[in-house]
């Protein structure tokens, strides 16, 4: 009884369904696609790999089309049809291309899939004992043939990709538009260029011809895989935006596997998984298997026909001797892909260049001319399902126990020799292994800030080290040391300390501090201005930060100096570490210290404020919330008739008054009115109204522009509208995008102010 139910279950006919090819081919789609091609179509056609992605998509529908009328003549297995067409000796050489494409193509992933595994899950492990591991986990995989792979691919398909539409969707929270523009920039050449790329992913749909003699249904056969080209297609597209709207085309194009880096760009509040990349490897370990076993499993189906042309017959065990054999040639291609780069690079050559053509090509020559011993699969599915799963919670495992290990959340970096010793040795925390996975913060002096050259070097060390999270933030000190002497003062770690400092500031997104991360793209894009939060003691003052000051001579606000007298006597509270200030980070270095109100000037602009509390006038502070800023580009006639380049800056939302009262005379662009006063006591609701928002809105443009015109005066644009360019100006970005240092000497910023305010 059991058994007949069992059978009812699982048929052991050597077929499979349509549902279970759909599954099939998306996984061999999207672990190659998802791994190689967002950072080949960034390098290619830029921001018009959309567009690429796009065409090789519908190229290889119609591709589908022409593989549909092969099957319909096709009333024999592919290889045998081959022969039938082509005659025997074509036929050998045809079978004979397939099976070098196969073995090459498994070579090269398994090489892909050690080399991944060994940078982020497991470390401090021989090469050539992982990729022996994951051969004979294929090799485990064959036994149980098309059917038993089919079974746990169908089984395991949404518990992974519901994790992956889960982690694209948490990326999008920091996707910047503004990196999609400008689109069709792109030359013709450069989109084919791009949508080959494309086609080489979706090289692997001529294998329907393969799974012919494994699905009853061709129809069903043929609509399983389109299913799988549109399915895969819309994650290549999907993914590819966030990846371009996250680091801009020049990092994503010098970046080995964007989406793994993806994911260590989220943030997680409160300093939970910190290595979200995991996952991504987790993926990615699933779909690089499910590669490796169908080349394998392909070219065994050949050499099983060889063998059967030959005279010979294998049967029971002896079925998966050829598999064997080719598992271990597989082994030694790779291991030569490892220790000899030219002999990789030749091979990726003939793949892309030689082997996509081929499998492309056989069947569009043919359209133009015209039982197993069975195995008990149910305890290998299950097996191999607990295998395969043990191995996803195995990730980052190492050979230090976790007591043997320090985790700090803090790295201070006082100069380049300090940053060597501590961190590129690998220094002992006392006699426990130093792990950077759940680093915080990354702590760097301002002197060494400033070196360009020295940070340079630094940051391409940690952009190689898998254990430092892309999402540690990033700020500056005066002196690590003295910040140090403050953590008996505070009930955490420092590190936790600072971390808390930027996700719980008042009003401020968290977005608007800089990680190691956004350092990394910039040092390729050049497109963002950042604000590295400085940070200081209360109660004192760094030589730095005055010497910044005294060369200032005057803040960004429209304060007067009594003003200023007045708040330094007040007293503060000393002890803890606050900011005081921010380094501005442009063009991938650091350019020098702002002030606290220009750097919330900045992020109230560019809408990373929730809140905004200002101080306009002595005893008169107000607060803007859901403010909208947006920021265009635009061209009028200033004096002499010369053109000016403005950036206009609209921002509306609701105020209100948090105390004091309103007079002209206070305005000094309302310095004929030095004798009326506005005062909220003493006027008529409805001439208060009109009266007040209007001295308001005018004294918050007088304000921000104070800001704006500082902040250029050291060529600084706090709209950040460089960035924009793209999508908001064509002209502007081509007269500018080679020389981008010109831009903040030719501009102008103004801002209107249209605030509802609301009466107290």
Known sequence: MLEEIGGSMFSENNQISGRQVFRLLTYDFLGMGTLLLPTMLADTA?????????????????????????????????????????????GYVLWGGYFLYFILMASYTAYLFSTLMLNGLVENISFYLVLLLILLLAFYGMAGGIEGRARVYEMLFWFLMIPLFLMLFAACREVKPAYW????????????????????????????LFLKEYVADRKKCVGAVEKAVWFSGGVFAALYLILIGLFGVEALAQMKFPAVTMMSRVQVTGGFLK????????????????????????????????????????????????????????YGVTVLFYRNQQFLDCVTFLLWKIGTPFVVGVPVLLFLTGERKKHNKKVRV??????????????????????????????NIRDQDDFQNVWLNHEYAGNKEVDYNHLKVVLIERSFLEKEAEVEDMLSMLEQEKEVPWNAYVMTTESCDRLAQTEGELDVLLGNY?????????????????????????????????????????????????????????????????????????????????????EVWKRGRAVGLVDTDTARAAFFTQNFADDYTLQLAPELYVKVDAASCRVKETEKIGVGGLTEQIVAVTVTGEGEILSGTVSASENPANAEAENTETNIT???????????????????????????????????????????????????????????????????????????????
């Not at 593989?67 to 297995?77: A, D, F, P, Q, V």
């Not at 060889?306 to 005279?311: F, L, P, Q, T, Y």
């Not at 299950?382 to 799963?389: D, K, N, Q, R, T």
């Open 181 to 208: 523009s400008p689109v069709f920039v792109a030359d013709g050449k450069e989109v084919l260029s791009g949508s080959y790329y494309v086609l080489f992913c979706y090289s692997m749909v001529s294998i329907v």
């Open 46 to 90: 830029g921001r018009d790999g959309i567009f690429c992605i796009l065409a090789g998509i519908l190229s290889t529908i119609l591709y589908l089309k022409l593989l549909r009328y092969l099957l319909k003549g096709m009333k024999t297995s592919y290889p045998d049809f081959l022969k039938q067409k082509c005659g025997k000796v074509c």
């Open 275 to 330: 290595r979200t990349d995991a996952f991504m490897f987790s993926i990615w370990f699933f779909t690089l298997y499910a590669m490796l076993n169908s080349m394998v499993f392909y070219s065994g189906n050949l050499a099983e026909k060889v063998i059967r042309d030959c005279g010979g017959y294998l049967e029971g065990k002896k079925r998966m001797l050829p598999y064997l054999i080719l598992l271990l040639l597989v």
């Open 382 to 411: 299950l097996v191999l399902v607990c295998f395969l799963f043990g191995c996803l919670f195995l990730q980052g495992c190492n050979v230090a126990e976790l007591e043997d290990k320090a985790f700090p959340v803090l790295l």
């Open 682 to 760: 003493n006027t008529s609701y409805e001439k208060m109204t009109r009266e007040k928002e209007q001295l308001l809105n005018t004294r918050m443009e007088d304000y921000l522009n104070a800001a704006a015109t500082h902040a250029l005066e050291k060529e600084i644009d706090i709209t950040n509208s460089y960035r924009n360019l793209g999508a908001d100006n064509r002209t502007w970005y081509f007269k500018y995008q080679n020389t981008p240092a010109a831009y903040e000497k030719d501009i102008k910023i103004q801002y209107l102010v249209e605030i509802n305010w609301k009466s107290e």
């Open 498 to 582: 600072l971390e808390e400092l930027l996700e719980n500031t008042s009003g401020i997104d968290q977005k608007a501090y800089p990680t190691l991360g956004m350092l990394y793209e910039e040092r390729a894009n050049h497109l963002e201005t950042l604000y590295i939060p400085f940070v200081d003691i209360e109660g004192e003052q760094s030589g730095a930060v005055q010497d910044d000051t005294e060369k200032e001579e005057q803040s960004a606000t429209v304060w007067d100096d009594t003003e200023k007298e007045e708040e330094e006597q007040q007293p503060v509270m000393t002890g803890k570490p606050q900011i005081t200030a921010y």
